[in-house]
């Protein structure tokens, strides 16, 4: 079963608010998806029956790698002072390269889940809107 860290940042990574004090359940999730034909599911009905195979992927394939891409979005930083030192040249795009990937696997682990991604993720790509 995960831990409430971890459905926080299953939460968090698929582009969901914070519930603060708002109990979450399966009639106050409003991120849910369609699951199979005629089934939906809140986001919080399918952290809480994973089978044991479904857990391990999404602990091991996706939490584990997105906390690892997050941190070094972080760790970037280091390197935004520096454009060249010695024979090391800086890459420029460092920060917009890593936000992507991060995006991309946030991405996947919402269709791993079958979810949509939060209003924080967006559905990505290009939209065009008409004023």
Not at 48 to 58: C, D, H, I, K, Q
Request: hydrophobic residues 35%; aromatic residues 10%; charged residues 20%.
């Amino acid at each position: 079963m995960l831990t409430d860290q971890q459905k926080l940042d299953v939460r968090r990574y698929a582009g969901y608010p914070l519930t603060a004090n708002t109990p979450v359940d399966n009639y106050r999730d409003f991120a849910y998806g369609w699951v199979s034909p005629g089934v939906w599911q809140t986001l919080y009905e399918r952290l809480n029956n994973l089978s044991a195979a479904e857990e391990s992927t999404l602990i091991g394939v996706y939490l584990t790698n997105l906390g690892t891409i997050e941190q070094s979005i972080a760790d970037s930083y280091d390197n935004l002072d520096t454009e060249k030192a010695a024979v090391w040249t800086h890459n420029s795009n460092e920060v917009n390269d890593k936000s992507r990937l991060f995006d991309g696997w946030r991405r996947r682990m919402c269709d791993f889940i079958g979810i949509p991604p939060g209003p924080s993720l967006g559905r990505g790509g290009s939209s065009i809107v008409r004023a």
